[in-house]
């Protein structure tokens, strides 16, 4: 069975750092695109970024360039987000998707998580 | 960034019926065009990619269809598991972009 699990998320101050875990088991994990996504009360469900199944292309929302970095590392079968410069507005429930093809772009998506919630308040 | 709209934004219906929900692009995104359904307090499931194809295990009440900017949904024959939250969203470039949801519950 496809399964996704998140982990991390947490209660952080305002211009600090946390780093989400996406753990994938059921697939090859280096043979797809891998995405995050979040979701706020206000804002509904946002984009933020995508990672190519070789690692080598990466894609994010204008709202987090700069400060959010995906990543993953196939020996784990896990996907990472690394959020530095926290703001308020970052607070969501950050979901992964595998995306149904290699490089992400063009690319739906077909299993999620079940999600991590990060609150950012001092 | 491409805008997602969907219609209606809340929608009443009773067990049995058959509903449709509209999602209108702001420029034209061919069929990279995707449905989710969220029950309360749960994730996002995938229903439908390139506008009108099921994904694995969904149920074929629920078809899709559409190209360009107009795109629908339609969930046949209403069960009490199918009352959630639909939403569309556009993978034809980045930024992705998801419409607002439509909110479908028992009338």
């Known amino acids: 069975e496809v399964q996704l699990l998140e982990s991390g998320g947490g209660l952080v101050q305002p211009g600090g750092s946390l780093r989400l875990s996406c753990a994938a088991s059921?697939?090859?994990?280096?043979?797809?695109?891998m995405t995050w996504v979040r979701q706020t009360p206000g804002k509904g469900l946002e984009w933020v970024s995508t990672l190519s199944g070789s690692g080598s292309s990466t894609y994010y929302a204008d709202s987090v360039k700069g400060r959010f970095t995906i990543s993953r590392v196939t020996s784990k079968n896990t996907l990472y987000l690394q959020m530095n410069s926290l703001r308020s507005e970052d607070t969501a429930v950050y979901y992964c998707?595998?995306?149904?093809?290699?490089?992400?772009?063009?690319?739906?998506?077909?299993?999620w998580g079940q999600g991590t919630m990060v609150t950012v308040s001092s | 960034d491409i805008q997602m709209t969907q219609s209606p934004s809340s929608l009443s219906a009773s067990v049995g019926d058959r509903v449709t929900i509209t999602c209108r692009a702001s420029q034209d995104i061919s069929n990279y065009l995707a449905w989710f359904q969220q029950r309360p307090g749960k994730a996002p499931k995938s229903l439908i990619y390139a506008a009108s194809s099921l994904q694995s295990g969904v149920p074929s009440k629920f078809s899709g269809s559409g190209s360009g900017t107009d795109f629908t949904l339609t969930i046949s024959s209403l069960q009490p598991e199918d009352f959630a939250t639909y939403y569309c969203q556009q993978y034809n470039s980045f930024p992705y972009t998801f419409g607002q949801g439509t909110k479908l519950d028992i009338k």
């Open positions: 998707a595998k995306n149904r093809g290699y490089d992400g772009k063009r690319d739906a998506f077909d299993i």
């Open positions: 059921g697939f090859t994990f280096s043979g797809y695109a």
